[in-house]
Structures are given as structure tokens and as C-alpha cells.
């Protein structure tokens, strides 16, 4: 495998995946960003990440973390956007943000739905909901994609309600979180050779071995681990949307404790793939 260009703390190496590119979810770092906003950013950068998921500014005036972003060689490529704000209309507010960022992806990673009460109704709903919104998106150059979350594999009619929202996404594309298409039921790597030109973006997080999933969305967000020693089949989703060429980001997302040991390692096996 060759394309992507991430430096090591102590070690560099660079490998070209057709123009796609390992970045970070800066969701995984939240509780530092708490604490230091600057220190966080400058430890993303000693990673040699140089692209970012995220959307917000952790309390900073847009200027001062934006010029802290332009310090640190950082790019938001993607921001985040809720659900009711997309189904309410505010897509102004959220165009004006990834502007603002110089972003060219819009991710919404959540369905509004009360408790496991998740169906074929709220999917069309979603559906939708994205269509009208991934239009007007569109026509302002940038690309929504939705991240589903293990509750869109439930069954229905012959496949599940992911089928349905992937057949029927005529202005919008998809982010594949790995770790959360595996607890929902689904084979990462299967779907993505079952909707090849649907995924734009993933996210690279791995599960625990021993660890059963289920169709909630929910999970002990210790149960991410290092890439390549838990349960995910990270190398061969790799390998193949390196062969697919149509996602364009990598986002490593590590949401547990151990996250700033983590990342480092998880980058030392990215780069051990061939």
C-alpha cells in the first residue's frame, strides 16, 4: 500500500494510497481538549496527522483556533452536524461553519430517535431528511456523509434499514466506522464491497476481541483498542478502499482512556501495511 503520509514521533514513512489520507476524529482527543486546547493541537501535530474531523472550537474564539490550527500544519476537512439541525433547516449555519473551516465534508453521526425505538418510519424520515439537506450541501460544494451507528443494521424486508438508506441516498454519501458496522451485525469489509461507491470517509477504530455487539449504538468506550489487535478486519477495509479509490479521508478514532498511547501505535501498524 502506498499513499498516505503520516509521520511517526520518532520515524517517518510515506505511502501513497490515491490521494487518500489518514487523519484524526478529534472527538478522541475531547478530554484533553478540555484541559489545553494548544497542547492538544501541538500533540496531533508530533503525530505528523495533518487532517482533522471535528467542527467546533473547544471555547476559542474561531480566529485564535483557527490560527492554532495554522500553527500546527492541521486542516478540518470534515465538521460535524446534528441531526435536527439538518431536519430543521439550519443549513446555513452549517455551511457558514464548514466554510469557515475550509472543510469539504459535512458528517452527521447521530438519527435522533427515542431509545431503542429505531424503525423503517424514522429510517425514511432520515433518508429524506439528508436528501434535501446533502442537496443544498452539494450545491455549496461540499459533501454530506452519514455515519451510521450500528442501529441501521436491523433487519428489514430482505436486508436491513441500512440497505434501504443506501439505495435510496440520492444527495448524500456515507462515513463507514468500522468498529460500529461490525457491533451493529454487518462485515465491515463485506459492506464496503456491497456499496463501493457509497463510503467517502471511514472511521479506523478497532474492537476488543471477546467483545458482542449489538443493534444499540452503544458500547464501553474502553473497548477501543489499538489498531490491528482487536477484532476488525482494519488491514483488508484498508486495503480494499485503497483499491476502491473513492474514500478520500481515514479518520483514526479512539475514544477511550488509553488514547494519547494509543494513536502512536496505531500509526506504527498503519504503517506496517503492505
Not at 434535501?132 to 424486508?157: D, I, M, N, S, V
Request: charged share 25%; glycine share 10%.
Amino acid at each position: 500500500m502506498k499513499k498516505f503520509t503520516v509521520v511517526i514521533i520518532l520515524a517517518a514513512f510515506a505511502m501513497s494510497l490515491n490521494a487518500q489520507e489518514v487523519g484524526l476524529q478529534l472527538y478522541s482527543l475531547r478530554n484533553q481538549f478540555k484541559t489545553d486546547v494548544p497542547g492538544t493541537l501541538q500533540l496531533i501535530n508530533s503525530w505528523g496527522i495533518t487532517n482533522l474531523e471535528g467542527g467546533g472550537t473547544y471555547g476559542l474564539e474561531m480566529d485564535e483556533f483557527k490560527g492554532l490550527l495554522k500553527k500546527n500544519n492541521l486542516d478540518v476537512v470534515s465538521v460535524g452536524a446534528g441531526y435536527d439541525d439538518l431536519k430543521d433547516g439550519n443549513i446555513d449555519k452549517i455551511i457558514e461553519n464548514a466554510k469557515t473551516f475550509g472543510a469539504k465534508y459535512v458528517m452527521c453521526a447521530w438519527i435522533s430517535h427515542e431509545g431503542n425505538n429505531f424503525d423503517i418510519a424514522k429510517t425514511k424520515e432520515a433518508t429524506e431528511v439528508f436528501n434535501t439537506a446533502g442537496k443544498k450541501l452539494k450545491e455549496a460544494g461540499l459533501t454530506l456523509a452519514y455515519h451510521a451507528h450500528g442501529y441501521e443494521f436491523r433487519p428489514y424486508e430482505d436486508g436491513t434499514l441500512f440497505d434501504y438508506m443506501a439505495k435510496n441516498a440520492k444527495d448524500f454519501a456515507f462515513e463507514m466506522d468500522v468498529y460500529w458496522v461490525q457491533h451493529g451485525g454487518e462485515d465491515p469489509l463485506a459492506l464496503l464491497n456491497k456499496y463501493p461507491d457509497k463510503f467517502v470517509l471511514l472511521h479506523l477504530k478497532d474492537m476488543e476481541k471477546g467483545v458482542k455487539g449489538n443493534d444499540t449504538g452503544h458500547e464501553d468506550v474502553e473497548t477501543n483498542v489499538v489498531l490491528g489487535t482487536g477484532q476488525v478486519d482494519i488491514a483488508g477495509v484498508v486495503k480494499r478502499a485503497q483499491e476502491l479509490g473513492v474514500v478520500e479521508y481515514m479518520f483514526i478514532e479512539d475514544e477511550c482512556s488509553r488514547v494519547v498511547e494509543q494513536v502512536p501505535q496505531s500509526l506504527n501498524f498503519l504503517e506496517g501495511l503492505e
